[in-house]
């Protein structure tokens, strides 16, 4: 277990005997008179000096939260004032976000990390009044006259600080603005914020190295072309020796109908690497015209977590590659940001994709018109219609051995609106799949805790604690019908899921929903398989067992 | 508890201000006329400036937040108001939350038992009391046209006897009067009672609760207690609203009580919170369309950015690319 989170069962002591806001206690402290405390496990190590520098962003610096002086620019009070203002006329959002809140409190105990912190200021409402308070302050005057009223305040280091700790402890995952009568979205705060942060070079290394990397090699994990190759064909290997099949995916192919992009964690991540294999038996299996790239070898995108440009700069090269390579449409692998990104932003920033044709399904004859446009088709909408026109051969035996349950990923749910494609396959591959209780689910489901660049190592107390609400509920399916398998149809769930599971639920593996699909395709001139694709064995299939096949 | 008192105090002395005026210093030209319009003025200009000043911001992105299954597959039913794939069906999304505030509707409550255990549990209570409370005084705003015309109007006459079929007391009773008195106490107990509410409110949520309350108040008073004639009421806002600038006939010092504290909230309005009336409909997580993968949403200032080109990416990596038998563009 990480050295940055607590035991459980010290955490589980905390949960019951420390008084919380979520509790019903109240100390009678306003918000604003509650320290910031930065400590071992909850902040995450600033961006790199070399990192910053490839960038070119502000202030590259050695220095670290627990710092007394964060070594701030001289005129970062200029900086920050002026970003927000001009941030104020571009984004009709921020300023409706800061202007309509009238602070009902039904966001209040909808935030993963105030559920498992009880801190108040993870209250969405309050998390986005650290902004609102200092943007009230343009009238000054009011607060001169009926001291406190507004509840506005000036712009100090102090503040910086509290917006550093909670601009993180947001996923951006949207779940208050389900709730909230307004539609305020804390995502589009805690973005805009972060953006500001940047500015004056208060960071964190764990989103901005996979930016600099993205860049440069191409994907986040800054795996050059040629290692890129060798993974996926150690992968391919793999995949041989397991079900005999030979899968020959290309790279860099001009003139393929579909360009497949994937986050980098399904090529060299486990267990991302067993959804991969996943994607590749599939391919084989209908004999699609596709290509992996290289350059664009990244789905997912951290500059989403940077700023607006960044995220802009990092999506150009799917169609810049898209439009190389001649192909004729994209798919996309299973990522939940990634298709925030690709869904509400890709075609409006880097559009019009208009050297590509309306994707349709070479194999069903199916036309995307929902992706008439930005031209790139989910791996999961692609497969629910494979499966819908009976085009696979699907064993859901062979998944018996796992007991599912699934984990709406953030943005695929509440930013793209994708629930019923992922469950449709997942009941037509395995025989056993358990919901999670309804509050918990669909709309409303809770992040992982990790999301939006907070997955590093030393967050790991805040992460433990922000998943905590999403463990809980797959413990009551856990316990209720044994489920062992937590399938989920995001990257970063695949990294963040497992330590989560460890921590609360031991026993419950995470699984991407393509690798269920590898695992239930039954290969032409496929070999007998015994094991699925992690070589665990199969219920039903062993050697020299009764084996109906 | 100074956040609470605070305002209750500033809303005591706006309500003694016109009592003094009126009675003492004999302003009631003052507090009838000048002020009234004033506050009408202030409240349809910044009202009006706020929505504009919302409305010339662009909207970069599409950014609904997707609450409900997505327009895909053709054998998929999507959720029509809760992801919206047309104008219409968005603008139905939009009107369910300003009619029937369904996102409200569905709050739940997280409770954290033993041995680290959540359970949500349905809690509506917000939801009906905001109901109760924005549709009674809707109703009530609506029956005080009956001031404002010489010929009481139908809709008018309709409401006040839905609004009095109780018909207990004399004057007739109306329903809303008990809603929103009702609303708007729970309203403020549950900022008190609940610790977040106590934490997340401000003196302004304090405030626009005391001074409508305080108005509704004084209008029972009038009504149910003081007996106020109204004849010259209905005589003086006659005057106001044909623009007359007469001096208002003798009324009773409750009126101008009244009156001042609906022009203070007048004034108010446009400068505060109370502006989630015209925002609601503004909110680009509820007013879009789903539908950004099908058509192209434009952003007037798209950033002009330099990414890394193929080209920059070979040029650094062709002989590793070479290597592992990748085409190239150039050799």
């Known amino acids: 277990m990480s050295k940055y989170a607590p035991k459980l069962s010290e955490l589980k002591k905390e949960f019951d005997e420390k008084p919380s806001v979520l509790k019903g206690d109240y100390s009678a402290q306003e918000w604003w008179d509650r320290p910031v405390e930065f400590r071992d496990g909850n902040w995450c190590f600033p961006g790199k000096q070399e990192v910053l520098a490839d960038l070119g962003f502000a202030n590259p610096r050695k220095w670290a939260a627990t710092d007394e002086d964060w070594q701030l620019p001289a005129d970062w009070q200029k900086t920050i004032s002026e970003g927000l203002q001009s941030r ?3 984004y009709r959002s921020l300023k409706l976000f800061l202007d309509s809140c009238v602070r009902c409190g ?5 935030c993963h990390f105030f559920l498992g912190t009880g801190d108040p200021k993870n209250m969405p409402v309050l998390r986005a009044e650290l902004l609102r308070s200092v943007y009230r302050n343009d009238f000054p005057l009011v607060e001169k006259i009926l001291k406190g009223f507004s509840g506005s305040r000036k712009l100090t280091k102090a503040v910086i600080k509290e917006w550093h700790m909670y601009f993180n402890q947001c996923t951006e995952c949207r779940r208050c603005s389900v709730f909230c009568p307004f539609g305020i979205d804390t995502a589009e705060i805690t973005m805009l914020v972060r953006e500001l942060l940047n500015l004056i070079g208060v960071n964190n290394n764990w989103i901005l190295a996979p930016v600099s990397n993205c860049n440069r090699t191409g994907n986040h994990l800054g795996i050059e072309p040629h290692t890129f190759v060798q993974n996926i064909n150690s992968l391919v290997e793999d995949i041989g020796d397991l079900t005999g099949v030979e899968v020959e995916p290309t790279f860099n192919r001009k003139g393929a109908e579909v360009l497949f992009i994937t986050p980098s964690g399904d090529v060299f991540g486990d267990p991302g690497v067993y959804t991969m294999m996943g994607y590749l038996l599939l391919f084989h299996h209908i004999g699609l015209d596709y290509t992996i790239s290289t350059y664009a070898s990244e789905g997912g995108n951290f500059g989403m977590f940077t700023s607006n440009d960044m995220m802009k700069k990092l999506n150009a090269k799917m169609y810049h590659e898209a439009k190389r390579l001649g192909v004729k449409w994209l798919l996309g692998g299973e990522c939940g940001h990634m298709w925030r990104v690709v869904h509400q932003y890709m075609n409006t920033m880097n559009g019009p994709a208009d050297f590509l044709e309306v994707p349709v399904s070479p194999i069903t004859g199916t036309r995307f018109s929902n992706a008439a446009a930005t031209k790139m088709v989910h791996i999961a909408e692609f497969t629910a219609d494979l499966i819908h026109h009976k085009k696979l051969k699907l064993d859901p035996k062979r998944n018996d051995h796992l007991r599912t349950t699934f984990h709406d990923s953030c943005n695929v749910a509440r930013g793209m609106g994708m ?5 449709s396959i997942l009941r037509n591959v395995c025989n056993s799949f358990h919901e999670m209780a309804e509050d918990t689910i669909r709309e409303k489901t809770f992040c992982c805790g990790s999301g939006s660049g907070l997955n590093a190592e030393e967050y790991m107390d805040i992460r433990m604690r922000g998943g905590f609400p999403r463990a809980n509920a797959v413990k009551q399916v856990k316990d209720r019908h044994k489920v062992n398998s937590l399938v989920t149809i995001c990257a970063i769930d695949r990294a963040s899921l497992p330590p989560l599971m460890n921590y609360w639920n031991p026993g419950v593996s995470v699984y991407g929903l393509h690798e269920l699909v590898g695992n239930a395709l039954v290969m032409q001139g496929e070999k007998k398989r015994t094991t699925d694709l992690r070589e665990n064995t199969m219920a039903g299939f062993e050697d020299g067992g009764d084996d109906d096949e | 508890m100074k956040k609470v008192l ?12 016109p009592f003094v005026g009126v009675q003492y210093a004999g302003l009631s030209y003052l507090f009838g006329v000048i002020i009234p319009y004033t ?4 409240l349809l200009a910044g009202f009006f400036l706020r929505l504009a000043d919302w409305f010339r911001r662009p909207v970069p992105f599409r950014i609904p937040t997707t609450c409900g299954q997505e327009k895909s597959l053709d054998w998929i039913k999507y959720d029509r108001l809760e992801s919206p794939a047309h104008f219409w069906e968005a603008a ?3 009107l369910s939350e300003v009619f029937f505030f369904r ?13 680290a255990n959540l359970a949500y549990g349905s809690h509506k209570w917000l939801w009906l009391g905001g109901l109760a409370f924005h549709w009674s005084l809707l109703v009530i ?15 008018t006459d309709f409401l006040d006897h839905a609004d009095g079929f109780l018909d207990v007391t004399l004057p007739t009773f109306y329903i809303t009067d008990a809603v929103v008195l009702a609303a708007i106490s729970f309203l403020v107990f549950r900022r008190l009672k609940d610790a977040k509410m106590r934490l997340i409110s401000l003196q302004t949520d304090y405030f626009p609760l005391f001074l409508i309350a305080a108005i509704l108040v004084v209008g029972v008073l009038m009504r149910y207690v003081a007996r106020l004639d109204i004849m010259p009421v209905k005589d003086q806002m006659l005057r106001l609203v044909n623009f007359s600038v007469d001096a208002p006939g003798e009324i009773g010092i409750l009126f101008y009580v009244h009156l001042f504290l609906v022009s203070v909230l007048a004034i108010y309005f446009p400068f505060s919170k109370l502006m989630h009336a015209g925002a609601i409909f503004l909110s680009p997580t509820r007013n879009l369309t789903n539908n950004s993968r099908q058509k192209r949403h434009i952003n007037p200032w798209n950033a002009a950015i330099k990414f890394r080109t193929y080209s920059e990416y070979e040029d650094d990596y062709r002989e590793k690319m070479k290597k592992a038998k990748l085409p190239i563009e150039k050799q």
Request: hydrophobic share 55%; glycine share 2%.
């Open chain 1, 88 to 90: 104020l006329k571009k």
């Open chain 1, 106 to 110: 039904a966001c209040a105990d909808k």
């Open chain 2, 6 to 17: 605070m305002p209750l105090v500033m809303v005591a002395l706006l309500a003694l201000v």
């Open chain 2, 39 to 42: 506050a009408m003025v202030v």
């Open chain 2, 141 to 155: 705003v609506l029956r005080h046209s009956r001031f404002f015309f010489v010929m009481v109007p139908g809709f």
């Open chain 2, 92 to 94: 139905a999304r939009v």
């Open chain 1, 419 to 423: 629930f019923e494609e992922p469950r």
């Open chain 2, 103 to 115: 996102s409200l509707f569905r709050n739940t409550k997280a409770e954290l038992h033993k041995d």
